[in-house]
């Protein structure tokens, strides 16, 4: 019944789901995740993942291991969640942890992960704020952020529709969209 209902909700979003069948292949593979970015199925999954289509930008699901589906020739992320969990950071930084946050859509939480919608606005920088989790960030748009960190140091970061990240937690900074559009679905990992 649950493989039943995952391809349910598969169909609904009119995209793929599948998972890594080589490591080799992978966009991002660590010791947390492997990340893939496929336009065909693969075998089943010995672990849970999530699906974000690039189809349906912005849609994402959960699957447990041994879930499968997928049709051929939809853009699909696949972020396979290995079983190496590590605990948040505590906040002792004095600014807000970095989810949830003005303008953001939670997607789906579970025990594995928190999925979040979210769109920078031009000119509006995001408050300063903690990140007390590790996440996979998926750009749905080509962008430019600059972030700053409580010191002022700045970078500006360049981002292209599709640019996948794994960005490690401890970090503090506020970021500002300074050209274009921008918007993600980052996963943060629990």
Request: aromatic fraction near 14%.
């Given at each position: 019944m649950r493989k039943w209902c995952i391809a349910a909700l598969i169909a609904m979003m009119g995209t793929a789901i599948s998972v890594p069948a080589l490591a080799a292949d992978a966009v991002i593979d660590n010791e947390r995740v492997t990340v893939l970015d496929t336009t065909s199925p693969l075998p089943a999954s010995p672990h849970d993942f999530v699906a974000i289509s690039l189809v349906q930008?912005?849609?994402a699901v959960f699957g447990r291991a041994g879930d499968?589906?997928?049709?051929a020739g939809s853009r699909t992320v696949v972020i396979e969640l290995k079983d190496?969990?590590?605990a948040p950071i505590p906040n002792n930084s004095g600014y807000p942890n970095a989810y949830p946050r003005p303008h953001i859509e939670k997607i789906l939480e579970n025990d594995?992960?928190?999925?979040?919608?979210?769109r920078w606005n031009l000119g509006e920088p995001t408050p300063m704020h903690f990140h007390d989790k590790d996440v996979v960030v998926v750009?749905?748009?080509d962008s430019a952020l600059k972030s700053t960190e409580p010191d002022g140091k700045s970078v500006l970061n360049e981002y292209k529709s599709g640019d996948i990240r794994f960005?490690?937690?401890d970090r503090t900074h506020t970021e500002l969209l300074v050209r274009d559009a921008a918007s993600a679905v980052i996963t943060e990992l629990k």
């Open positions: 930008p912005g849609n499968t589906a997928g049709t190496h969990r590590v594995r992960v928190i999925v979040w919608r979210y750009y749905l748009e960005n490690r937690r």
